[in-house]
């Protein structure tokens, strides 16, 4: 087979389409450097939101930290005011408002009411699978512990002696 045009075909029809790809391409040409602009543009955009948001979140970090850490002592001293339990002897807030300790009464010793501890724990917003954790503890657990938020707390049981809390504020 050759490459010439078959012989039924004039030669005025093989420029007449050679004629037809050069106008494609030269239209293909004029249109690629429109839709590489956009493309560009595009690009740009992404990268420009893209750095922005990160500076942004760099720079919010630092300052939500320090809030945090501002405010984490503020929440235990509020959170007995809350529960109305300033004055009880078993909920004891020290460290200047940073560590409260929680006894609650047993079968053979005095406490606070479980209630006010519950209390305590709610507004402090302890998560639910550390309360749960704190319900199902055994004398025999030994001293458990658990971490949220700013919060670190440990905890011992026993049916004589009742609950036995500490809870800390940590550092983030």
Known sequence: ?????PT????AVAENSATELSASDEQTQQEQP?????????????????LVGLITGL???PIASAI????APQRIPEAVATCDVEDDLW???????????????????AGADIADIACVLTELDIPDSVTTRIDST??????QS???????????YHPDNGLDMVIETVDQ
Do not use: C, K, Y
């Open 68 to 71: 945090n850490n501002a405010t």
């Open 34 to 50: 429109e839709s590489r602009h956009h493309l560009i543009f595009g690009a740009a955009g992404l990268a420009t939101g893209l």
């Open 146 to 156: 658990a971490e949220w938020d700013e919060f670190s707390a440990s905890w011992g």
């Open 138 to 143: 055994r004398a025999l657990d030994g001293r």
């Open 8 to 11: 039924g075909q004039p030669d």
């Open 91 to 109: 909920i004891i807030v020290g460290d200047d408002g940073a560590s409260p300790s929680l006894q609650s009464e047993g079968s053979e010793a």
């Open 59 to 61: 720079a919010a970090a």
């Open 1 to 5: 087979m050759s490459d010439t045009v």
